[in-house]
């Protein structure tokens, strides 16, 4: 607790660089988290989201830069740090091997915790993520939901200060990410400092106090998510579906926020805009929705809509 | 860069021999069954089929029934199958399907920590496949003792050192199905000419000394001088050549396997 406060980062990233040959996959990215701070890493895929927090975990060297966990040197001091996180991958790499609360236990080996000390804090995961009655179960036979909350779970075995997580919902139906959100949200409550990458906007805005946007291996912004929000999709958004000729020519003579693409005009307005009022009773008859700006105008915007294939 | 993550190995990697250990004790009854009938099948055959064709053999002086001389061939061969298989399909699978070392990099433990558990387990399983199967030759009274029971720490080393080559192999494959090659190009004439099933002496000589390259020769040279009870300064060398090849090729896996999964 005492180093905590001396070093209120948790990470701290100073101009990280991965390269692979000459493909640049983190191509020189700082920022930090703070402790008990959520962060999201928004990015379309390939755009460096997982060569990042995999350089966090120790996983995979940093090309260079400087990254400091907990105030140590990730270069110098690495089994300390990853003796200190949780990690969920983003594939299902549970040991298919042994049972449910084998894996926990046996996790709890590679951190060194004594077998006393594993089961009872294994019961207790088991219990938090309500599993508690599949324990002696194969993971196999579990559901794809439960094995996410089983994967959180033994990530929280070492009692980590910080959980870094990785698309920790993707492939989940709606109530299975609800209940994984749950459990994160209560974590995030209880102070756990927590990195997560995502392409869900959903989940961004619902978990991180902050987010960063990259794409290409760089930040292009970064900030909390109502900001980013009202900085570059506004509050309301109007999708007009084939737009007219006239409409178009007059978003383009104003000095609208807009995309115009194939067959549908985007306009990104403020609450006090009275043209965007006057636009929404005068041109808009039946194509038109008016909505919230959510995040995902934001990381479209700024990442394009191109396909990242 | 980050050398240290990469090469740093303390004894944490018995956290992985532990893990194995748990999935093997799971199913102990099948993985025992092996070396208790294997040899009985062989002994069937070879004994009692071929041994009626070949009578006797002499080996170093000795008059000695096709047992006899077959039997530590087979421990040897056993030492080898268990610690090569174990560190190339069952090590792969871990490694390239489960995504075992992928958690566990994400641990305090190293690379090199997870892949010296790794080949230390294929030794073990050596180890214990070997006392299994020395307790049935017994029985036979094929194996003389005490100097019989240094089959035991032999059974090790070969399984660090065939382990090794086979993890090195795991860490250039490019799939599972390419094993195939590694098993017909090196195993399968290691298990056919390295004085197993017929002394070395009978092959051309030019043969005899690429016979001498393989681990395998030296290993049942040492198996059978010690199951026999004729121990004598010669078995050195061959204690020396399996040391020193395991001491060349556990690094050069290493190396391998940090090539493929650091990254």
């Known amino acids: 607790m005492i180093m905590m406060e001396r070093h209120p980062h948790i990470i701290d990233a100073r101009d990280l660089r991965k390269v692979f040959g000459d493909f640049a996959a983190v191509d020189g990215i700082s920022f930090h988290l703070l402790s008990g701070e959520c962060l999201g890493i928004l990015g379309p895929n390939g755009a460096g989201k997982t060569s990042t927090i995999r350089m966090i975990y120790g996983s995979s060297p940093m090309t260079s830069g400087s990254l400091q966990v907990f105030g140590l040197d990730i270069r110098r001091e690495w089994r300390t740090i990853k003796s200190r996180i949780g990690v969920c991958h983003q594939e299902n790499n549970l040991d298919p091997d042994l049972s449910v609360l084998k894996n926990l236990e046996v996790f709890a080996g590679y951190f060194s915790i004594p077998r006393g000390e ?5 019961e207790k995961l088991l219990r938090f993520i309500a599993l508690d009655h599949r324990r002696n179960d194969t993971v ?3 559901s794809g939901g439960m094995m996410r909350r089983l994967v959180l779970a033994r990530a929280l075995i070492n009692e980590p200060r910080l959980l870094i ?17 749950e459990k994160l949200d209560q974590l995030r409550t209880d102070g756990l400092s927590i990195l997560l990458t995502t392409h869900y906007m959903e989940e961004a805005a619902y978990l991180c106090d902050r987010l960063i946007i990259i794409d290409h291996g760089k930040i292009l912004v970064q900030g909390k998510p109502k900001d980013l929000i009202r900085e570059y999709a506004g509050r309301d958004v109007i999708e007009v579906l084939n ?17 115009s693409l194939d067959r549908r005009l985007i306009v990104y307005g403020q609450e006090s805009d009275h043209i965007f009022e006057k636009m929404a009773d005068h041109y808009c008859v039946e194509n038109c929705i008016r909505r919230m700006a959510t995040l995902e105008d934001v990381f479209l915007r700024l990442t394009g809509r191109d396909l990242r294939e | 860069m980050n050398r240290s993550i990469q090469w740093n190995i303390s004894l ?8 194995n250990f748990i999935v093997y004790k799971k199913i ?6 092996p070396p208790i009938l294997e040899p009985l099948f062989y002994i069937l055959a070879f004994g009692i089929g071929l041994g009626a064709l070949v009578g006797h053999i002499n080996y170093q002086g000795r008059e000695i029934s096709y047992v006899a001389f077959i039997a530590p061939a087979l421990l040897s061969i056993n030492m080898m199958y268990n610690a090569f298989f174990e560190n190339t399909y069952a090590s792969f699978v871990r490694m390239y399907y489960q995504k075992t070392f992928d958690a566990i990099m994400a641990t305090p433990l190293s690379v090199s920590e997870v892949i010296v558990g790794e080949i230390v387990w294929g030794a073990t399983k050596s180890l214990i496949a070997t006392a299994i199967m020395l307790a049935v030759v017994s029985l036979f009274g094929l194996v003389q003792y005490p100097y019989g029971l240094l089959v035991l720490p032999l059974s090790f080393l070969a399984g660090m050192a065939f382990g090794a080559v086979g993890m090195l192999f795991t860490g250039i494959t490019p799939s599972i199905d390419m094993f195939n090659l590694p098993i017909f190009l090196f195993i399968t004439p290691m298990f056919l000419f390295s004085g197993t099933f017929f002394p070395l002496n009978d092959l051309p000589v030019w043969a005899q000394k690429i016979a001498l390259a393989f681990p395998l020769t030296h290993l049942v040279t040492l198996t059978r001088g010690l199951c026999l009870g004729v121990v004598g300064v010669n078995l050195l ?7 020193l ?10 190396r391998a396997m940090h090539r493929r999964l650091v990254r």
């Open chain 1, 243 to 259: 737009p007219d000729s006239e409409l178009l020519d007059f978003v383009k003579s104003s000095q609208f926020m807009h995309d």
């Open chain 1, 165 to 181: 997580l990785d698309e920790p919902t993707t492939g989940l139906d709606p109530q299975s990410r609800h209940q994984v959100w």
């Open chain 2, 237 to 243: 060398f061959g204690l020396l050549y399996l040391i």
């Open chain 1, 118 to 122: 594993a089961t009872q804090r294994a």
């Open chain 2, 28 to 33: 102990w009854k099948i993985n025992f069954l």
């Open chain 1, 140 to 142: 196999t036979s579990l």
């Open chain 2, 245 to 254: 090849f395991s001491l060349i090729f556990i690094p050069i896996a290493l």
């Open chain 2, 12 to 19: 944490r990697f018995m956290r992985v021999w532990h893990r």
